[in-house]
T-cell receptor, first 113, second 115 residues
Framework: AQSVTQLGSHVSVSEGALVLLRCNYS??????LFWYVQYPNQGLQLLLK????ATLVKGINGFEAEFKKSETSFHLTKPSAHMSDAAEYFCAVSDDSNYQLIWGAGTKLIIKP | GAGVSQSPSNKVTEKGKDVELRCDPI?????LYWYRQSLGQGLEFLIYFQGNSAPDKSGLPSDRFSAERTGGSVSTLTIQRTQQEDSAVYLCASSLFQGGAYEQYFGPGTRLTVT
């Protein structure tokens, strides 16, 4: 069975600092991996996804993530945090045999001025 | 184009009452999902519709919960005899096709408060 682990329910960084949100997954078959962002009182919005091909995936708002099969990870990064990045971030996994997304518990990103 | 819409945006109801939550998916999207998000929690899958196939109801927490999708488009999630533990944000998402590689597009959610 697939599962997703997001390390840290809350991550706090200073404005301008590197953002690193961790996601590890388990899957017995090649996975599809997603990062979604949820701003306060809004639905979820896709940041980026990995399906096949290049393992470094670039998304919206300057975020990127790298699929590392050997580490079963799909960590989300952004070189310089902005106040507008404050939100909750969810990692999710699926595969060709599963139409459902398996969700991590989410990480709330806090940006300090 | 128009995104996924949900109504109402907020619903306050008394314990024991029935509620109906509505979801309008993106036109042409064949897959539709309902999730529940409790305060500070991740997403809990409730039910999945794909075209004319029988829905996957495996996530519904009790028989008080039901959902239907009419004409392959609009969906309604019904909660009967609401309980306080039903208080949560109910999110609807649609996807162009069935399949793990296709992203889900989310509505803004309905915040349900049971008093």
């Amino acid at each position: 069975a697939q599962s997703v682990t997001q390390l840290g329910s809350h991550v706090s960084v200073s404005e301008g600092a590197l953002v690193l949100l961790r996601c590890n997954y388990s899957s017995s078959v090649p996975p599809y991996l997603f990062w979604y962002v949820q701003y306060p009182n809004q639905g979820l919005q896709l940041l980026l996804k990995y399906t096949t091909g290049a393992t470094l995936v670039k998304g919206i708002n300057g975020f990127e993530a790298e699929f590392k099969k050997s580490e079963t990870s799909f960590h989300l990064t952004k070189p310089s945090a902005h106040m507008s990045d404050a939100a909750e971030y969810f990692c999710a996994v699926s595969d060709d045999s599963n139409y459902q997304l398996i969700w991590g518990a989410g990480t709330k990103l806090i940006i300090k001025p | 184009g128009a995104g996924v819409s949900q109504s109402p945006s907020n619903k306050v109801t008394e314990k024991g009452k029935d509620v109906e939550l509505r979801c309008d998916p993106i036109s042409g999207h064949t897959a539709l999902y309902w999730y529940r998000q409790s305060l500070g929690q991740g997403l809990e899958f409730l039910i999945y519709f794909q075209g004319n196939s029988a829905p996957d109801k495996s996530g519904l927490p009790s028989d008080r919960f039901s959902a239907e999708r009419t004409g392959g488009s609009v969906s309604t999630l019904t909660i009967q005899r609401t309980q306080q533990e039903d208080s949560a944000v109910y999110l609807c998402a649609s996807s162009l096709f069935q399949g793990g590689a296709y992203e889900q597009y989310f509505g803004p959610g309905t915040r349900l408060t049971v008093t």
